[in-house]
């Protein structure tokens, strides 16, 4: 027979067996740059993993094997659905799995404040499946507060009285809740994935636990912190530290130039330091999911302790700064060329955030192409990773990828993301005005180039 003991403990000992074993079923929620490729790595570890996704087109081609993110071919969709990979918009399945990871947008709203209304609809849709015993984990990007106070409240609404398990207290009537951040770098090949330490932070010891031991079936090292908030914390100070680093630069390049000093050659030669200098790069602005937003959850979140987060704010009003310099930089080089930016044949290359990916999230080049159409330029772009631009949340282009001949015919070609592919030195020789703002065009003397 049972004792009380043992009933409390069962739960718990039953995830932990399926975890070493490989029987756990992992649900992943949210299958697009994080989720997908987490996916395939539980996949590879043997686990029958069940993904979630409320967009219809992305269970559809994952459901005839194929691929919608450039860089995972779609062999290796076909893999993982021999292992039983199935993708699906059912949140029934839920009661099924035994882990369940929350990989669902985080975006900022109009006022540049927080929209949780994704990890909102997710928890509200998952609460009615939710099963003794389960791992529920939020990977999702927040800020520090969001699992105990967003994400708990809501599961715990569920027909069946659950409760997240806390303290000492798991059992029959509870499940898990852990918070792990994701710390994927897209185009970064330098680092396996796998090799990326993962911080987890559990409601209560046992969740923590597995939280780890989820973690640890495919990553080498996974890194226990005690609370969620303090695992939320860690995403953020990841995140502002390079938020707040390429904000430096970006003043520094600025100052630069007007010195005429070469950033880039002073931040190789700084890099040369073996220690206590550690190399950001300029550019033309932030892009990507990440380090354009997550900084201000921090900075929504702190107002709310009266406290005011400057070097956040700062930063914040440097990078976001950047494509106007961008422009103004265009219409300085051209107005030499005694030519106005207004009329003028204008050619971006690379839209992606940043190089050799294919995510145009919050890129600089959606900015600075409506930036250059509002003075009047006629704006055409190029990009190998994307056909057409159409519409996002703050921007609607319309624009078709336009072939790299004829460079002769722009008045400027701006260089804003420094795909690898791009063969740098015949686009100087063939263009009337190059305006570079990567340092693309290193090694190469021209006085067609502006560094900007
Ligand atoms: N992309 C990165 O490199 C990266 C790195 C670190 C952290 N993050 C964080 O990870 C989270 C996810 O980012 P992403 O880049 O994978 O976003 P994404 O937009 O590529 O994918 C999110 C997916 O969630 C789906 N979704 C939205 N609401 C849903 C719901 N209610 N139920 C099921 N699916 C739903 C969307 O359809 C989409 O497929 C964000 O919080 C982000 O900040 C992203």
Redesign the pocket.
């Known amino acids: 027979m049972d004792t009380l003991e043992s009933l409390a403990t069962q739960p718990f000992q039953s995830l932990v067996g399926k975890l070493e074993d490989r029987t756990a079923r992992i649900g992943v929620?949210?299958?697009?740059?994080?989720?997908?490729p987490l996916v395939l790595l539980f996949s590879e570890q043997k686990f029958k993993v069940t993904g979630?996704?409320?967009?219809a087109k992305?269970i559809q081609v994952l459901s005839r094997g194929g691929s919608y993110?450039v860089r995972i071919p779609e062999t290796e969709i076909q893999a993982a659905k021999a292992k039983g990979f199935t993708a699906t918009?059912d949140?029934s399945h839920i009661s099924e799995m035994d882990a369940i990871i929350?990989?669902?947008?985080?975006?900022l709203n109009d006022h540049h404040e927080p929209d949780l209304s994704?990890?909102v609809?997710?928890a509200?849709?998952i609460a009615p499946h939710v099963r003794a015993g389960q791992l529920i984990v939020l990977?999702?990007?927040?800020y520090p507060g969001t699992t105990e106070e967003m994400l708990i409240p809501i599961l715990e609404k569920n027909p069946k009285g659950l409760k997240a398990a806390r303290g000492d207290q798991h059992g029959k009537d509870t499940f898990f809740v852990a918070f792990s951040?994701?710390?994927?770098?897209?185009g970064n090949d330098t680092v396996a994935r796998r090799d990326i330490p993962k911080v987890v932070g559990g409601l209560n010891p046992e969740a923590s636990e597995l939280c780890g031991k989820l973690y640890g079936t495919i990553f080498h090292r996974t890194v226990p912190v005690s609370t969620p908030a303090a695992a939320e914390m860690t995403?953020l100070l990841e995140?502002i530290y390079r938020c707040v680093n390429i904000a430096l630069v970006n003043e520094l390049k600025l100052l630069s130039l007007r010195m005429g000093i070469d950033i880039w050659e002073v931040i190789n030669a700084a890099s040369t330091k073996p220690f206590g200098f550690h190399p950001f790069y300029p550019g033309p602005g932030l892009g990507?999911?990440?380090i354009p937003?997550?900084p201000f959850y921090l900075s929504w979140k702190a107002k709310e302790y009266d406290f005011h987060t400057r070097f956040i704010e700062l930063a914040g009003e440097i990078n976001l700064n950047m494509p106007y310099h961008v422009v103004a930089s265009t219409a300085a080089a051209l107005n030499r060329n005694r030519s106005s930016l207004n009329g003028s044949k204008v050619l971006v290359l690379g839209v992606a955030y940043k190089k050799d990916i294919d995510?145009l999230?919050e890129s600089p080049a959606l900015t600075i192409i409506e930036l250059l159409q509002k003075e009047g330029a006629q704006v055409s772009y190029n990009d190998p990773y994307f056909e057409y631009v159409g519409r996002g949340r703050k921007y609607h282009l319309d624009m078709a990828n336009t072939p790299l001949d004829n460079l002769e015919q722009y008045d400027a070609v701006v260089i804003v993301t420094d795909h690898s592919n791009y063969d740098y030195p015949a686009i100087v020789e063939k263009s009337k005005l190059v305006i570079d703002t990567r340092n693309a065009t290193k090694g190469i003397r021209s006085p067609k180039i502006v560094h900007c």
């Open positions: 929620i949210g299958l697009g740059y994080v989720g997908l979630f996704d409320i967009d992305k993110i918009s949140y929350i990989c669902v947008p985080t975006p994704y990890i609809a997710t509200q849709a990977e999702s990007t927040t951040p994701e710390r994927e770098d897209p995403k995140n990507g999911h990440c937003i997550d995510d999230r």
